[in-house]
C-alpha cells in the first residue's frame, strides 16, 4: 500500500510540475522578450545580471549587448567609464537560478545563438528556476507539516496556500523576483530544524549545509534574516528551551561549521561589493531604507496599493488561524503571532510600504512556509468538530479565495512605469476587471 501511495504521489508531483510550467510559458509566451512582463525586467533583471555578468562578459560593461539596461527596465547599471556593473541587489537568486542558466547557454550554443546571457533560452530557465524551487519549497513544508498533521490537512494546506494566495503570482507570473526562491528556503529551513532536532554537535557536514541554506537566505534578501530567528522560538515550551539552544548554537562544533557554509554563501556577495564599491560591506540602496518611527501597518494591509488583505484577502483566515492558536494556548500559537506583528511593523517602516510595482504585499510570501502552521491546525480543529455545516462552510470560503485570488491574478497585467501608483480607482478597474 505504501509503494501505491508513493506512486500516486510521484504521479501528482508530475502532473504539477507540468502544469505550472505550462501555465508560466503560456503567460510569458503573449509577450515580447524586453517588456515589462518578461522575466529580465527591472528588479529582476537586477537580481539575475550577476549571471551574464560573470559567465559571458567577464564582468566587463563594456562587452554587454547594446541598449541592453534599457531594453530590460533599468534593473542595473553599466559604468563604460569606471568599468563597473552595479545592481543594488544581492546575488542570491542568481546562484539558484545559476544551474538553468547553464542548461540555457548549453541550448543557446546548440541552437547556433549568441550566448549573450539574453536569448529566449535564459528567460524560459527563469520560469523553469522558479517552478522547480516552488516545487522543492512545497515538497520540505509538506514534509515538515507532516511530522504533525495528517496527510490530508497537509495537502489541503499546500493547495490552499498556493492558489488562494500571491504565490501563485509570484512562482507563475514574476518568476525573476526573489520570493519562491525564499519561500523554498524558508520551507527547507524549517525542515531541517525538525529533522535535526535543532542543529547537533556531531554532525559537522550537516551543520555546513544548515550554514548554506542560512546564507542563502540572508543573501537573497537581507530582511530575510529575522526568519533565523525562529531557531530560538520553533516549539518553545519555556524558556529553558530558549537557553538549550543558545548553548547549541554557540558550541563551536556547531558553530564553526554553520560560520563556514553561510561564510562560503556570503563571500560571494562581498566579493562583488568590493569590486564595485571597493569595501567588504556596503549599502547599496543608497537613500531607500527603513524609517523606524514612522511605520504605515493600516497602508501596508489596506491600500489599495498593494495592501495585504484587499489583494489576499485568505490572509484574513491566517490571522484567525493565529488567533485560535493563541486562545487555545497552542504551542507556536503566540510566536507566530508575534512573528506576523514584528514583520508588518518592519515591512511598514520601508520608505516604500507598497513595495513598488507589485501584486499585494509581496513581501509576505516567503513566510507563508511558518504561517502555514496555523492553518493546518485550523484544518485539523474544524475536522475534528465533524460538523457537516461548518466544514461545507470552511471549504466554500477557501474555494471562494482561491476563485477570488486566480482571478484578481489575471486580471492584474503586471505594473510599467506608465503608473505612478494605485488609488482606489485603480483598484476597482481591477475588482471590476476580476469579476467579469
Known amino acids: 500500500m505504501e509503494k501505491k501511495q508513493k506512486f500516486i ?34 528588479d529582476r533583471s537586477g537580481y539575475y545580471v550577476y549571471l551574464p555578468a560573470a559567465i559571458n562578459f567577464k564582468f566587463n560593461p563594456h562587452n554587454f549587448p547594446d541598449s541592453i539596461v534599457c531594453k530590460t527596465g533599468y534593473g542595473f547599471k553599466l559604468d563604460l567609464k569606471h568599468n563597473k556593473i552595479y545592481t543594488k541587489y544581492t546575488c542570491g537568486v542568481a546562484l539558484l537560478q545559476l544551474p538553468f542558466y547553464l542548461i540555457a547557454e548549453l541550448l543557446a550554443k546548440i541552437s547556433d545563438l549568441k550566448p ?49 494566495t500571491n504565490l501563485y503570482y509570484y512562482s507563475i507570473f514574476e518568476t525573476g ?5 525564499s519561500f523554498s528556503l524558508f520551507s527547507i529551513y524549517l525542515y531541517f530544524l525538525h529533522r535535526s532536532n535543532f542543529l547537533l ?24 534574516a529575522i526568519f533565523l530567528l525562529i531557531y530560538f522560538f520553533l516549539n518553545i515550551e519555556n524558556i529553558t528551551d530558549i537557553i538549550i539552544r543558545i548553548k547549541k548554537i554557540i558550541h563551536y ?5 554553520i560560520f563556514i557554509g553561510t561564510l562560503i554563501i556570503i563571500s560571494n556577495q562581498l566579493i562583488y561589493w568590493m569590486y564595485t564599491y ?30 495585504l488583505f484587499l489583494y489576499t484577502p485568505f490572509y484574513f483566515v491566517l490571522i484567525i488561524s493565529m488567533i485560535i492558536m493563541v486562545r487555545k ?11 506576523f506583528i514584528v514583520l508588518t511593523y518592519m515591512l511598514s517602516c520601508w520608505w516604500d510600504y507598497s513595495f513598488g510595482c507589485s501584486f499585494g504585499a509581496r513581501s509576505y510570501v516567503e513566510y507563508l512556509a511558518i504561517l502555514s502552521i496555523p492553518f493546518a491546525h485550523l484544518i485539523k480543529r474544524i475536522n475534528q468538530k465533524k460538523k457537516v455545516l461548518l466544514t461545507g462552510g470552511f471549504c466554500l470560503l477557501i474555494l471562494l479565495m482561491i476563485v477570488f485570488n486566480l482571478k484578481m491574478t489575471y486580471s492584474f497585467d503586471g505594473c510599467s512605469y506608465a503608473i505612478n501608483d494605485w488609488d482606489w480607482n485603480a483598484y476597482k478597474v481591477i475588482i471590476t476587471h476580476s469579476l467579469k
Open 9 to 42: 504521489y510521484l504521479i501528482l508531483v508530475i502532473c504539477f510540475t507540468i502544469i505550472t510550467l505550462f501555465l508560466t510559458f503560456k503567460k510569458h509566451n503573449k509577450y515580447p522578450k524586453f517588456d515589462f512582463h518578461s522575466e529580465i525586467w527591472a
Open 116 to 164: 549573450s546571457g539574453f536569448t529566449i533560452y535564459h528567460h524560459w530557465c527563469i520560469d523553469i528556476a522558479s517552478v522547480f524551487y516552488l516545487i522543492l519549497g512545497l515538497y520540505f513544508l509538506g514534509a515538515y507539516l507532516k511530522t504533525h498533521f495528517k496527510s490530508p490537512i497537509v495537502y489541503i494546506t499546500l493547495f490552499s496556500i498556493f492558489f488562494a
Open 177 to 181: 523576483m526573489s520570493h519562491v526562491y
Open 278 to 307: 571597493g569595501s567588504l560591506v556596503y549599502y547599496s540602496y543608497g537613500k531607500e531604507g527603513f524609517n523606524w518611527i514612522n511605520p504605515k501597518p493600516i497602508l501596508t494591509w489596506f491600500s489599495p496599493n498593494n495592501g
Open 329 to 339: 494556548k497552542i504551542i507556536n500559537g503566540v510566536f507566530i503571532l508575534i512573528l
Open 201 to 224: 554537535r556531531n554532525n559537522f557536514y550537516k551543520n555546513v549545509l544548515f550554514g548554506i541554506v542560512c546564507g542563502l537566505i540572508i543573501l537573497i534578501r537581507p530582511l530575510n
Open 253 to 257: 562544533k556547531t558553530f564553526l561549521p
